[in-house]
C-alpha cells in the first residue's frame, strides 16, 4: 500500500544542481528510514544516502560526500535529495525507498521502492 513518487529529474550541465523529491502516501512515513539509491543500465543499485525516521541523522556515499545531501520534511511526508556539484558519472535513475531500519546502504533494507527518476548530467 505504500507508494513513492520520485520527481525532480532531468538534464542538467556538470556542475550544475538538481534537486529530487519523493513523496510519500499510503503507510505512517515518519516512522520508518528512507534512502536514495541510484542505478545505470547494465549495473546493480547502487547507494547514495539515507535518514533516519526523524531526520536526525544522515549517511551518504563516499562517491558523493560533499555533493549531495539528503534530507526530509515529515510534515509533508517528502524526503529530498539536494545534489549540488554534478558529474557526468551522477548520470542515471534515482529511487527513493522506505526501509524497515538497519543496515542503510543495503538495498535488502528496503521494502518499497519508487518509480525512479532520470538525471542526465552533460558534460
Known amino acids: 500500500q505504500v507508494q513513492l513518487v520520485e520527481s525532480g529529474g532531468g538534464l542538467v550541465q556538470a556542475g550544475g544542481s538538481l534537486r529530487l523529491s519523493c513523496a510519500a502516501s499510503?503507510?505512517?512515513?515518519?516512522?520508518?528510514?528512507m534512502g536514495w539509491f541510484r542505478q545505470v543500465p547494465g549495473k546493480e543499485r547502487d547507494f547514495v544516502a539515507a535518514?533516519?525516521?526523524?531526520?536526525?541523522?544522515?549517511y551518504s556515499a563516499d562517491s558523493v560526500k560533499g555533493r549531495f545531501t539528503i534530507s526530509r520534511d515529515n510534515a509533508k511526508n517528502t524526503v529530498y535529495l539536494q545534489m549540488n556539484s554534478l558529474k557526468p558519472e551522477d548520470t542515471a535513475v534515482y529511487y527513493c525507498?522506505?526501509?524497515?531500519?538497519?543496515?542503510?546502504?543495503?538495498?535488502?533494507?528496503?521494502?518499497?521502492w519508487g518509480q525512479g527518476t532520470q538525471v542526465t548530467v552533460s558534460s
Open positions: 499510503g503507510r505512517t512515513f515518519s516512522s520508518y528510514p
Open positions: 525507498a522506505q526501509a524497515l531500519g538497519g543496515g542503510l546502504s543495503l538495498r535488502t533494507s528496503y521494502r518499497y
Open positions: 535518514i533516519s525516521a526523524s531526520g536526525g541523522n544522515t
